[in-house]
């Protein structure tokens, strides 16, 4: 394996030697990595640029569902969830490592629910086409109860079982970005679009970026520069045309983090119908509970989003309403915000809610493209769509997409998840390498997690992390599993990074001093 290719001096002096670029694209989120992968692999001289690091935007914080998203299909959405359903079905295949298959209750408290959905997720099935996961099936009270020990009974009816995706999404974004790296790309995360640079006639030819490690200033040039900055959308198009209207608004949406007692089957919960009118699941991820989300426009949008009072007690007390165990704030974990890019109402009548959840393409009068909305599940045919739209504008030569059966960095065979390696698929070898080698890399960070100071020098090495931050939120998770954990494994693990990259005390200090910031927004207090 040369990984080399993933050190940052590597990188750097290849953004360097390229005068031109084809594509360079801003913001290294599911979007912008999902369309450097297909750029790299219809074999195009690809740049991506993200101002902090892959995923550390809504990719992250996403509910953890690979999902053609059952609440779109009580919608009539069935393009999207036909779409997204066959996504599904390629993520599965082509990161294997990262993507399982996960069997999902509706629990049932009246007749009428548990013969609609039972229905309903018929049709779901049958849109899955010869990528489906299973089937749906209802089960009686007894069985409900049964695979759902925490669940309220009173009034219960039963349950229907249906089977969707689950991940983990800031690991297969890392993994995404090595594959493009691996394909021909050039990736750089901590490195910030400042602004856009135009020919005579007006139309976009490059970027001026900054590396947010030495202030040193780029002037890059590219055929095509594609925007997928998620919700910083709107500050990229005003860099383009200062006086352009916002097209996004933020829309915030939380998840608590609980011990797997709360959960304790392999089941997940999915309540379809919540008092706000939105969906809530109740997910197992890492041996904890995630349980969300919510839809609270905001007026203002940020990279370290606070999950608000009303949330927190919105989720709170429907889990309790759904589950026998008592939940209460002392039971939380952590907790995290993600921000939706939803396209503007046009006036106050509209509701995030009912916006289309689909994707949208932007081409400026400058031919600055932009991507916005969509999902996870369908991050590569979102890139599939841009690239095309590049083509057919021509500003790239015609080729075909080659992303459909492309396998990405680290996909294997599913390995259990009792080994909690299991996330880095074939990269497994490389870690248990490193732990022989260096037998005290063996230990954990933590008593209460199983990772270990090997992770983190990996992640360094091979994952492109730099700071505290970058390894305990995106590439270890332990931020998301248990912020108690984090912020006390956080001088440790500055310690372990500053040894890899040369770094000095005081930029230990400094990175504990900031890692502590950011993770305040992760306690539930
Ligand atoms: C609460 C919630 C739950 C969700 N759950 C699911 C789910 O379970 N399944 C699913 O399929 N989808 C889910 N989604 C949707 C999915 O997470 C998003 O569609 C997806 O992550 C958006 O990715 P993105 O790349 O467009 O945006 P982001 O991930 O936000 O990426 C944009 C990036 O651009 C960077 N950037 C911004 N400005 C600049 C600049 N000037 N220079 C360089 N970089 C810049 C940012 O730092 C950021 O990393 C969920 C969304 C939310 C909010």
Same mark, same amino acid.
């Given at each position: 394996m040369k990984m080399d290719r993933f050190k940052r001096e590597t990188l750097i002096a290849q953004m360097k030697t390229? *005068? +031109?670029?084809?594509a360079i694209i801003v913001g290294g989120g599911a979007t912008g990595l999902g369309i450097a992968l297909d750029c790299a692999t219809r074999g195009y001289k690809t740049l991506l640029l993200e101002q902090v690091d892959f995923a550390k935007g809504t990719s992250s914080r996403s509910t953890k569902l690979v999902h053609g998203g059952v609440r779109y299909l009580a919608q009539g959405n069935i393009d999207l969830v036909r779409e997204a359903l066959h996504e599904r079905g390629l993520m599965m295949k082509n990161a294997a490592h990262l993507v399982s298959n996960q069997s999902f209750i509706i629990p049932n408290y009246s007749w009428w629910d548990h013969f609609f959905y039972t229905v309903g997720l018929k049709v779901y099935d049958f849109l899955s086409g010869n990528l489906s996961f299973g089937k749906s099936t209802r089960i009686g009270k007894k069985e409900t109860m049964a695979r759902l020990p925490t669940i309220e009974t009173a009034h219960l009816r039963g349950g229907v079982v249906y089977q969707d995706g689950q991940f983990d999404d800031s690991r297969l974004a890392v993994n995404i970005a090595q594959t493009a790296i691996e394909q021909g790309a050039t990736l750089l995360n901590h490195f910030e679009v400042k602004q856009l640079l135009k020919n005579d006639a007006g139309i976009v030819n490059g970027v001026v970026a900054v590396d947010q490690e030495t202030n040193e200033t780029y002037q890059l040039k590219s055929k095509v520069v594609i925007n997928a +900055?998620? %919700?910083? +959308?709107d500050e990229v198009l005003q860099m383009d045309k200062p006086s352009a209207k916002d097209q996004i608004k933020p829309s915030q949406g939380i998840h608590l983090v609980l011990d797997k007692s709360f959960l304790a089957g392999n089941d997940a919960i999915m309540i379809p119908k919540t008092d706000d009118g939105r969906v809530l699941f109740l997910v197992p991820w890492h041996n904890r509970v995630v349980v969300g989300t919510t839809d609270t426009v905001l007026d203002s949008h940020s990279l370290e989003p606070r999950a608000l009072e009303a949330e927190i007690n919105f989720i709170l007390t429907t889990a309790n309403r759904y589950l026998n165990k008592d939940v209460s704030r002392d039971d939380v974990l952590s907790m995290y915000a993600g921000l939706r890019p939803l396209a503007a109402p046009k006036d106050d009548s509209e509701k995030t809610k009912e916006i289309s959840r689909s994707h949208k393409i932007i081409v400026s009068d400058s031919e600055l493209i932009t991507i916005t909305g969509g999902k996870w599940t369908t991050y590569r045919k979102m890139a599939e769509d841009t690239v095309n739209r590049a083509i057919k504008m021509n500003k790239l030569p015609q080729k075909e997409c080659r992303t459909k059966d492309l396998l990405i960095h680290g996909s294997s065979k599913p390995i259990a998840e009792s080994n909690h390696l299991y996330v880095y698929g074939s990269d497994i070898m490389g870690i248990e390498a490193l732990q022989q080698e260096h037998? *005290? $890399?063996? *230990? @954990? $960070?933590? *008593? @209460? %997690?199983?990772? +270990?100071?090997a992770e983190v020098v990996w992640a360094v090495r091979h994952e492109m992390a730099r700071t505290i931050d970058d390894v305990l939120a995106r590439r270890v998770r332990v931020l998301f599993l248990d912020a108690g954990a984090a912020i006390a494994m956080a001088p440790e693990v500055a310690a372990l990074i500053a040894k890899e990259l040369g770094r000095d005390k005081q930029w230990e200090a400094e990175q504990v001093k900031d890692f502590l910031k950011i993770a305040d927004h992760f306690v539930c207090k």
């Open positions: 390229n *005068e +031109t670029w084809d +900055t998620g %919700v910083f +959308t037998p *005290e $890399l063996k *230990e @954990r $960070l933590h *008593e @209460r %997690v199983p990772f +270990t100071k």
